[in-house]
């Protein structure tokens, strides 16, 4: 079964830290482009971060120069470092692949951010 399961997201304060990563099993994540995407309370899902097969990276202006979107293949794990973290950060996180039809989706993790 092909799939991709997110980890890392909590609680924490603005100006705080997360790291989430993404999970492949079933399938290696080595020829497929990665996306992060969050989805708030009452919004679309929008795509914040991704990166292609050969490591490139592409944000959403709304997170550039706070997160960061990384891969190792050798762990089939792909990883979004976020950083300065402020409140409308608070959302899901889903992570899927890009550029072609999408797996499943996965639960997600939430992110919480509040004082």
């Known amino acids: 079964q092909l799939q991709l399961v997110e980890s890392g997201g909590g609680l924490v304060q603005p100006g705080g830290s997360l790291r989430l990563s993404c999970a492949a099993s079933?399938?290696?994540?080595?020829?497929?482009?990665i996306g992060w995407f969050r989805q708030a309370p009452g919004k679309q899902r929008e795509l914040v971060a991704r990166?292609?097969?050969?490591?490139?990276?592409n944000y959403a202006d709304s997170v550039k120069g706070r997160f960061t979107i990384s891969r190792d293949n050798a762990k089939n794990t792909v990883y979004l470092q976020m950083n300065s973290l402020k409140p409308e950060d608070t959302a899901v996180y889903y992570c899927?692949?890009?550029?072609?039809?999408?797996?499943?989706w996965g639960q997600g993790t939430q992110v919480t951010v509040s004082s």
């Open positions: 899927n692949v890009f550029g072609r039809p999408p797996f499943s």
């Open positions: 990166i292609t097969s050969g490591g490139s990276p």
């Open positions: 079933g399938f290696t994540l080595d020829d497929y482009a």
